[in-house]
């Protein structure tokens, strides 16, 4: 199986995920008290290990993750992504920046938890709405470790819906991933709602 969404199905699914992030920004800005721009670049449906490599992380860095589960019309599992030092600044921010970065570990998890519940619930909400899915989302959970801990999936040949959020803040630029591994099934699935949404707009647009 390749790519086969059109230009304009890529469109319109990125244009989803940005009505997403959007709102999750509203609710960042919010929790950390600053004005939190979020964007996305062009989504990408790739192969697991293409993926994995598009990240052009480091695999012996020390990554902190927010991982959530998702079943229904399709299946798979998200992940935030933060370098372990910009997951810190990130809680720093969020606690007011009272205490040192070198006295936030223990309070780490419990504060990413709460950030990557309201990233993803925010795209996943979106997204369900917008191509009339029935989605069941599992409770996030922290996990930490370096790539090949937190990225890891049953097949390279699995499918990945790829796209890399970047968090800017006037004072900070902390860089962080979101990425949405569905297996093949579930892919093909999606690809489908995806063009049925498309479809949807278009024809109420030449009516």
Known sequence: ??????????????EIFNIGIGRA?????????????LTIPTIEILPNKEAKE???LDT?????????????????QALLMF????????VSLLLGNKLPIEDLSELEQDSLVEIGNVILNACFGTVINFLDSSI??????FIQGNLNKIFTYSSEHDWSLYLKVKFCLPSENISGYISFIM??????????SVRKFVFGVTSKALG
């Open 1 to 14: 199986m390749s790519n086969n969404l059109t230009p304009l199905e890529i469109d319109a699914l990125t």
């Open 25 to 37: 920004a509203n609710s960042l800005n919010q929790m950390v008290s600053q004005t939190v721009d």
């Open 54 to 56: 598009k990240l052009d």
């Open 60 to 76: 012996t860095m020390e990554i902190s993750a927010v991982t959530q589960r998702f079943s229904g019309d399709f299946q798979g």
């Open 83 to 90: 370098s372990k030092e910009n997951g810190l600044q990130l």
């Open 136 to 141: 069941s989302i599992e409770m996030p959970e």
């Open 183 to 192: 297996d093949i099934t579930s892919l093909e699935i999606f690809q489908e």
